[in-house]
């Protein structure tokens, strides 16, 4: 099985990366040109990497084509609230066009039935929750208060 992890120089995306490998999955990976990798480099070796910027739409088909995964974990983006307020265009960017750059490559260049995408949210998309909500269930309606957490919506 073929699994391509959007951000895998990442802290969730190495330990995603190790364990697929754990699993004997053939792991794929995208990273930025420039990218600290430090996080993966105990495994770089075996695995197959790609610079890619999830907004180049081009790129992100092209790697969807010649890969042509199994699962995909898509873990690239922004993800830190701060830099959401620094600059909100760019978290868009990334968070939404980045995802639908993704989502249409896989859609136009073959998937099988059992093939699977896994995108993360985060629970700031829930927004303020009352105690008396808690625990709050994947149901909960979603009020997102700040520009990170829109974008994960």
Do not use: W
């Not at 099988?112 to 985060?122: A, F, Q, T, Y």
């Amino acid at each position: 099985m073929k699994a391509l992890i959007t951000g895998i120089a990442g802290f969730a995306g190495s330990y995603l990366a190790e364990l697929l490998l754990e699993k004997g999955y053939d792991v794929y990976g995208t990273v930025l040109n420039g990218e600290d990798i430090r996080n993966i480099e105990g495994i770089k070796n075996r695995l197959n990497l790609y610079e890619c910027n999830i907004l180049d739409e081009e790129k992100v088909d092209n790697l969807v084509m010649e890969v042509n995964p199994d699962r995909v974990f898509h873990l690239a983006g922004q993800s830190s609230v701060g830099k959401s307020f620094v600059n909100p265009k760019i978290t868009f960017e990334l968070n939404v066009f980045g995802t639908l750059n993704l989502l249409e490559a896989r859609r136009k260049y073959g998937q099988n039935e059992n093939s699977r995408i896994l995108l993360l949210s985060s629970a700031d998309i829930y927004g303020l929750v009352a105690e008396k909500d808690l625990p709050i269930s994947e149901i909960y309606p979603s009020t997102p208060l700040i520009p990170y957490s829109t974008t994960k919506v």
